[in-house]
């Protein structure tokens, strides 16, 4: 097991959904969601979570289609993994973020959060949903 406080990342195009999790204890918590498309932005308030969380890893998401096949969003999420273990030279894990959206909408409502307020978090606790996938089977971390 991994130790020390990791960041896991619901990657987009637009927006990038984050979560801290604790893997020595198993828990894990939406943090924020990154509203920007500009690389420096996103990668700044990156680096504002990791100093403030003493981070030493990251768990991103790998989107695919149902089937395991890879598509456009797939490469761009191993690039955003390459570019977090270049930048900040710490290990990285992919993981399957099949269904993530869909827990993620379920824990809302169950938490009885509807409408544009779940818009708000759906990113996050996606990023939450990685993560908590993450601590069942954590692989091996990208090379």
């Given at each position: 097991m991994h130790k020390g406080s990791v960041l896991g990342f619901d990657f987009g195009e637009k927006r990038i959904g984050v979560a801290l999790g604790e893997p020595e204890v198993g828990i894990a918590t939406p943090l924020e969601t990154i509203n920007s498309e500009v690389n420096d932005v996103r990668f700044a308030?990156?680096?504002?979570?990791?100093?403030?969380?003493r981070i030493t890893g990251?768990?991103?998401?790998?989107p695919t289609h149902m089937d395991g096949s890879e598509h456009q969003l797939t490469a761009l999420s191993r690039k955003f993994a390459q570019r977090l273990k270049g930048r900040f030279n710490l290990p990285v894990w992919l993981v399957d973020e099949r269904l993530t959206s869909?827990?993620?909408?379920?824990?809302?409502?169950?938490?009885?959060?509807?409408?544009?307020?779940?818009?708000?978090?759906?990113?996050?606790?996606?990023?939450?949903?990685?993560l908590m996938?993450?601590?069942e089977q954590p692989g091996e971390p990208i090379a």
């Open positions: 308030a990156i680096g504002k979570l990791v100093n403030e969380w990251f768990v991103v998401g790998l869909v827990i993620a909408e379920g824990l809302l409502e169950d938490a009885g959060v509807y409408g544009r307020r779940q818009k708000e978090m759906l990113d996050q606790v996606a990023a939450q949903a990685i996938g993450w601590f």
